[in-house]
């Protein structure tokens, strides 16, 4: 029980964090629409393009969903795989911020109730944002959210530090 107060507080804070970018909107009357708040552990992998200016990413994770509109219901286990790009890598470079961060994540959430999975395309991105430690997203492309990768935590440019990361986040999906 301990585990799932944590995972709902850690949910919880994600959604005071991303409420802000989700608004009103996400939400149409009469569509079915589940929130979902998320947490997983994984790896946050930048490095610079071989053939262009810019970085490619590549993240992978696994962890949990609740639906935060019944915080009772059973929890999903998710995993994902995403790949993309960013013009500057912020502190990393000669840029404060990190400019145009786009991936491309397939997402894998499983029921564990009702032994079925849902596989979502997304967008994770962000005209500016910032890296390392702490990298906000905006959700997009069949869900709307907002969400924050931790990683290269204490100013460790890559190839330095490790690439382990956290990923936190919330979105709004409409139900199949």
């Known amino acids: 029980m301990p585990h799932l107060r944590k995972r709902i507080a850690v949910a919880g804070?994600?959604?005071?964090?991303?409420?802000?970018?989700?608004?009103?909107?996400?939400?149409?009357?009469?569509?079915?629409?589940?929130?979902l708040g998320c947490t997983a552990s994984g790896q946050v992998d930048v490095a610079p393009n071989a053939t262009a200016t810019g970085f490619d990413w590549s993240i992978n994770g696994t962890g949990s969903c609740v639906d935060l509109s019944f915080p009772l219901q059973n929890a999903k286990s998710?995993?994902?795989?995403?790949?993309?790009?960013?013009?500057?890598?912020?502190?990393?470079?000669t840029s404060p911020l990190v400019n145009n961060l786009d991936i491309t994540v397939t997402l894998s959430l499983f029921d564990n109730v009702?032994?079925?999975?849902?596989?979502?395309?997304?967008?994770?991105?962000?005209?500016?944002?910032t890296f390392p430690v702490a990298t906000p997203f905006l959700v997009s492309q069949g869900a709307n959210g907002a969400g924050t990768m931790l990683s290269h935590i204490l100013l460790n440019c890559p190839p330095k530090g490790?690439?382990?990361?956290n990923f936190v986040w919330t979105q709004t999906e409409k139900l199949p």
């Not at 009702?114 to 944002?129: M, Y």
């Not at 490790?162 to 990361?165: A, E, R, V």
């Open 114 to 129: 009702l032994h079925t999975t849902r596989t979502l395309s997304e967008h994770w991105s962000l005209a500016l944002t």
């Open 78 to 93: 998710v995993s994902f795989t995403g790949s993309g790009t960013s013009d500057t890598l912020g502190l990393c470079t």
């Open 13 to 35: 804070l994600a959604v005071l964090v991303a409420g802000s970018f989700i608004g009103a909107g996400a939400v149409r009357a009469g569509a079915a629409q589940e929130l």
């Open 162 to 165: 490790t690439d382990s990361g």
